[in-house]
C-alpha cells in the first residue's frame, strides 16, 4: 500500500469528518466513524477526485466502502 | 511540492519580506503561513485581501476550507455585510456551500445558510411555519430543473400530444405562481428563482428546431411566463440557468454519472461557476457593486501611447488592432447607459490626452462622458483616492480597468477595497472581461440609474464653470437654474420616497418614509407634498428635493425639507422655502416652523434656519424647533433662479 495515498486519504477524511488524524486507521468507514455519513461520503468523492485528478465511475463510488479500499482503488487509477 | 498560488511579482515581495525576519524556509512557505502572518501583525485588512486573491486564484474545495476557517478569526475585525440565506432545492448541491461561504467571505459578506429538505421547497413554501420561513431568509434561492419541475417535458417528451404539453406547461406555471404568491405572503425576502434549462440533445434531434411545438419552446414558454410571474411581485428575480450552463458547455455542466448515483447533476468542476453566478445576485442586494469605473488609456481605451505614437500613431478604429480597443469603448459605453459614472487614471500629459478625445474620429467615449480625470503622473493609487473624493463615493465603490498587470497590482496592495477588472494579455478579449464582470450588475434601472453618469459628467463642467466665475452671484445667474416645484403624484411617489431614505447631508429631520406613506402623505388634507426638479444649462438634474408640510391649527410645519447632494451649495433651497412660505399663506398659516434634528451627516443643513431669519423657539436632546411669522419676513426666490409654480 502506498503511503503517501494513504496519508492523504487519512488527512482528507480527518478535515471533512472532523475527526483526529489518530482515529482514522485503514479499516476506518461509514461503521466506524459516526460523522461519515452520505452527504460526506459525496464530499469525501469530490475531495479524492480533485486531489487525485481522477474520476470514480458510480459503480466505483459504491465501492469506497472503507480506508482500505479507496487507497487500493487510487492507486489502481493511478498505476493504470 | 511548492504550490505557486499567488503571482510571482507579489510572492517575491512578500516573500522577501518573510526572509527578513527568518520565517522563510526553502519551498515550505505556504499561502497559510503568509496569511497568519499578517494576522498575528493585526494586519486584518491586507489579510482579507490576500485571501481574497488567493481564492480568486484558485477555486478549490481544499482552499475553500482553510480560507472560511480563517474567517472565523478575522471576523470581529471586519464590517462582513450578514445574509440569511435560505437555498431551497430539487437537486443535490451540498458540495457548492464550501466554496460559496469562501466566495461570500471574501466579498465581505458573512453568510448563514439554511439549506431545505431534497425536493421539498413546495411545501416549504406553502406552509407559513415550515423551516423556511422560521429561519427568517434574508435573501432565498430556488434552485430547480426542468427534470423536477415539469419531468414529462424532460425525458417523456416524445409521449406528449400538443394538447398534453401545455397541460405540463400550465401546470408548472400554476405551482409556480402558487408558490411565489405565498412566499411573498409569507416574507419579505429577496426570491432568486432558477429558470429551467434546456436538455443537451432534444427528443426529437434536429426535428425539434423546425416545429412550434417542439420541446425548446414548451420550456422557454414556461421561462416566458415566469419572467412575467416575477415581475408582477418586489424583489422577486430570475437567473437564467440555461444561459450559465451554455456559457459553460451543455456538455461539461452535466454529470449524468452523479446525477444517477447521488442526484447531484452539476459535475464538481461546474460547481464554482454556479456559485459565481449565485454572487452576481449577492452583490448587487447588498450594495457591493461599483458605481464607477476609473479607466486607463494608453493601451487600454486605445493601442499604444499617446505620448510617443501620436493621434496619428495610435490605434482605435474599425480595422485590426483598433477594433479591439473600440469594441472596449462600446461595453464601457453600455455600462454608462446602465449609470455607471466614468473617470479616467492615466500617466499622460493632460493636453496629449485630451486631444485624442476632441480630434480622433474614431473614439466612442468623448470627454463629456467623463465625471473626473486625473491625467498627470503622480501615483495611481493617490489619484483614485483623489477621484473618490471628488466624486463624493466611497473607495469601496470604484472599479478599475488597466491594461498593465503592475499597475493593477500596485492598486490592489495600496487600496485592497477598490474593485480590479482583470484585463488579459490579448486586447481582443478585453472587451467580453468587461463585459463578464461581476462588479456593476444591477437587479433595477430607473430613469434616475440610466441618467446618473451624465449627471456627474455635466457636474464636472459645472465645477469647472464655478472656478472661473468672478463671483459666487455671476457663478449662480452663469448657471441658467430652473427650479421647478410641483405636488408629487403617483409617477413621482416612489421616487420621493427614494429621497426621503437615501438623501442625508442637506436633510433638516431625516425622516425615511415608504412608498406608502408619501402616498398617505399626498392624500391626506392636512399634508401637501412637494417634489422639486432642478435644470441648468448643462442638463436635467431631474427630480432632487422634497418637502412635505403638515397644517394644523395656524401653523404649517416642514415635517420634510432635502434637496439631494448633487444641487447643495446653489441656494435652491432657499427657493423651496420662499415658495413654501407662498403654499403656508395661501392656507391661511400665521407661523411657519420646523425642526432641525442633527445627525452625524446633516451639518450641512444646522445654519439653515437660522440664516434665513427663523427664531429658535425650542431646543431638547433630539434637536432644535425654529419659528417664523408669515407676515413678518418675506423670503423671496433668488433672483438667479427661474422659479415654475407646477400644477
Excluded at chain 1, 482514522?24 to 455519513?37: A, E, Q
Excluded at chain 2, 460547481?271 to 461599483?290: N, Q, S
Excluded at chain 2, 441656494?571 to 420662499?578: D, G, K, N, Q, S
Excluded at chain 2, 434637536?623 to 433668488?638: A, C, M, N, R, V
Aim: proline share 4%.
Amino acid at each position: 500500500m502506498d503511503q503517501t495515498i494513504l496519508d492523504r486519504v487519512r488527512n482528507l477524511i480527518s478535515n471533512l469528518m472532523r475527526v483526529p488524524l489518530e482515529e482514522v486507521t485503514i479499516s476506518s468507514s461509514p461503521s466506524t466513524i459516526t460523522t461519515w455519513d452520505s452527504l460526506q461520503h459525496l464530499n469525501l468523492i469530490l475531495s479524492l477526485e480533485e486531489t487525485f485528478g481522477l474520476q470514480f465511475s458510480p459503480e466505483e463510488t459504491i465501492e469506497l466502502l472503507n480506508v482500505e479500499t479507496i487507497v487500493l482503488l487510487i492507486e489502481e487509477k493511478k498505476g493504470a | 511540492m511548492r504550490v505557486n498560488i499567488l503571482p510571482e511579482p507579489i510572492f517575491q515581495s512578500l516573500a522577501a519580506g518573510l526572509c527578513n525576519r527568518g520565517m522563510l524556509v526553502e519551498n515550505k512557505v505556504t499561502p497559510q503561513d503568509l496569511i497568519e502572518k499578517k494576522i498575528g501583525d493585526g494586519e486584518w485588512a491586507q489579510a482579507h485581501s490576500s485571501l481574497k486573491d488567493i481564492w480568486r486564484q484558485t477555486s478549490t474545495q481544499s482552499n475553500a476550507g482553510w480560507i472560511s476557517a480563517i474567517y472565523q478569526r478575522l471576523r470581529p475585525h471586519l464590517a462582513l455585510s450578514p445574509v440569511r440565506l435560505a437555498i431551497l432545492r430539487s437537486f443535490t448541491l451540498e458540495p457548492a456551500l464550501p466554496l460559496l461561504q469562501a466566495e461570500t467571505l471574501t466579498s465581505g459578506i458573512d453568510i448563514t445558510v439554511q439549506v431545505g429538505d431534497f425536493n421539498a421547497y413546495v411545501q416549504e413554501i406553502l406552509n407559513p411555519s415550515s423551516n423556511l420561513y422560521q429561519f427568517s431568509p434574508t435573501i432565498v434561492i430556488l434552485a430547480v430543473q426542468t427534470r423536477d419541475v415539469a419531468p414529462e417535458l424532460w425525458s417523456e417528451f416524445s409521449d406528449l400530444s400538443a394538447e398534453n404539453i401545455q397541460d405540463v406547461i400550465n401546470r408548472a406555471l400554476d405551482t409556480f405562481r402558487a408558490c411565489v404568491k405565498s412566499f411573498r405572503a409569507n416574507s419579505q425576502a429577496h426570491l432568486i428563482i432558477h429558470a429551467l434549462e434546456q436538455p443537451a440533445a432534444p427528443s426529437r434531434g434536429i426535428f425539434d428546431a423546425q416545429i412550434a411545438a417542439s420541446q425548446t419552446n414548451a420550456i422557454q414558454e414556461i421561462n416566458r411566463n415566469l419572467r412575467e410571474i416575477a415581475a408582477a411581485y418586489k424583489s422577486v428575480y430570475i437567473l437564467d440557468y440555461d444561459a450559465l450552463i451554455a456559457r459553460h458547455g451543455r456538455a461539461r455542466w452535466v454529470d449524468e454519472g452523479k446525477w444517477l448515483s447521488v442526484r447531484m447533476p452539476i459535475s464538481a468542476d461546474c460547481l464554482i461557476h454556479l456559485v459565481r453566478e449565485w454572487m452576481r445576485y449577492l452583490l448587487p442586494l447588498t450594495g457591493k457593486t461599483a458605481k464607477v469605473l476609473v479607466v486607463d488609456l494608453d493601451n487600454t481605451l486605445w493601442g499604444g501611447v499617446i505620448g510617443e505614437d501620436g493621434i496619428n500613431g495610435v490605434k482605435i478604429g474599425v480595422e485590426y488592432p483598433g477594433n479591439a480597443y473600440r469594441a472596449l469603448q462600446r461595453a464601457i459605453l453600455d455600462l454608462y447607459q446602465r449609470g455607471v459614472v466614468l473617470a479616467i487614471c492615466s500617466k499622460n500629459n493632460i493636453q496629449d490626452a485630451l486631444e485624442v478625445f476632441e480630434k480622433h474620429p474614431n473614439m466612442l467615449l468623448r470627454q463629456n462622458h467623463f465625471a473626473a480625470m486625473r491625467i498627470n503622473w503622480q501615483d495611481k493609487a493617490r489619484n483614485l483616492r483623489e477621484i473618490a473624493a471628488e466624486l463624493n463615493v466611497g473607495i469601496d465603490a470604484l472599479a478599475f480597468l488597466d491594461d498593465n498587470p503592475a499597475e493593477r497590482a500596485l492598486v490592489r496592495e495600496a487600496l485592497p477595497e477598490v474593485k480590479i477588472i482583470d484585463l488579459p494579455k490579448d486586447s481582443a478579449r478585453f472587451s467580453s472581461a468587461l463585459r463578464e464582470s461581476p462588479v456593476f450588475e444591477n437587479l433595477s434601472l430607473s430613469a434616475e440609474d440610466s441618467e446618473r453618469s451624465r449627471y456627474y459628467a455635466e457636474n464636472r463642467q459645472r465645477k469647472e464653470l464655478e472656478s472661473s466665475a468672478e463671483s459666487i452671484e455671476d457663478f449662480y445667474y452663469s448657471l441658467q437654474m430652473d427650479v421647478e416645484i410641483e405636488p408629487a403624484s403617483a409617477e413621482t411617489f416612489t421616487r420621493v420616497a427614494q429621497l426621503t431614505q437615501k438623501t442625508n447631508q442637506f436633510n433638516l429631520t431625516t425622516r425615511r418614509y415608504s412608498e406608502q406613506q408619501i402616498s398617505e402623505f399626498a392624500t391626506s388634507p392636512s399634508n401637501l407634498v412637494y417634489a422639486v426638479r432642478a435644470r441648468d444649462r448643462f442638463g436635467d438634474n431631474g427630480l432632487v428635493g422634497v418637502t412635505i408640510l403638515n397644517f394644523a391649527d395656524n401653523f404649517c410645519e416642514i415635517d420634510v425639507l432635502l434637496l439631494s447632494c448633487r444641487v447643495i451649495g446653489r441656494t435652491i433651497e432657499t427657493a423651496m422655502l420662499a415658495y413654501i412660505m407662498e403654499i403656508a399663506r395661501s392656507k391661511d398659516a400665521k407661523y411657519l416652523r420646523g425642526w432641525f434634528l442633527p445627525t452625524a451627516k446633516n451639518a450641512p443643513a444646522s445654519e439653515f434656519y437660522s440664516t434665513q431669519g427663523f427664531r429658535l423657539i425650542q431646543q431638547n436632546d433630539a434637536g432644535f424647533l425654529w419659528e417664523i411669522g408669515l407676515t413678518d419676513k418675506q423670503i423671496t426666490s433668488p433672483k438667479w433662479i427661474n422659479l415654475v409654480r407646477g400644477k
